[in-house]
């Protein structure tokens, strides 16, 4: 299971940190992602992380203002992000590879393995 938080509304140029608590799997076997839906548009791929933290991918949308992490130990995916823009508003959803999958595999959405609930982030301009 995989459960988001930390949305809500913001000013364009704030900071948001956006958590995903996982639970009922070994949490350092998957890669995890984050993607977004804005309204009316198609889900997208956002940023993602591999197993151990040391490789991350990013959108180019949000490439120098996002980040990614996990805590193992916490079973838990982080995704910070600075310097919001009216286009960023979207839900967030948080994803997990099938076991063992590289992060490539969870840049796109065929690759995920599972999903999250998803966090509504909306930042006013």
């Known amino acids: 299971q995989l459960q988001a938080s930390g949305g809500g509304l913001v000013q364009a140029g704030d900071s948001l940190r956006l958590p995903c608590a996982a639970s009922?799997?070994?949490?350092?076997?998957?890669?995890m992602a984050w993607f977004r839906r804005a309204p009316g548009k198609e889900r997208e791929f956002v940023a993602a992380?591999?197993?151990?933290?040391?490789?991350?991918w990013y959108a180019d949308s949000v490439k120098g203002r996002f980040t990614i992490s996990r805590d193992n130990a916490e079973n838990t995916v982080y995704l910070q992000m600075n310097s919001l823009k009216s286009e960023d508003t979207a839900v967030y959803y948080c994803?997990?590879?099938?076991?063992?999958?590289?992060?490539?595999?969870?840049?796109?959405?065929?690759?995920?393995?599972?999903w999250g609930q998803g966090t509504l982030v909306t930042v006013s301009s």
């Open positions: 994803a997990a590879s099938s076991p063992l999958d590289p992060i490539v595999a969870v840049t796109t959405t065929s690759g995920v393995g599972s």
């Open positions: 009922g799997r070994t949490f350092s076997d998957y890669s």
């Open positions: 992380i591999s197993w151990s933290g040391g490789s991350t």
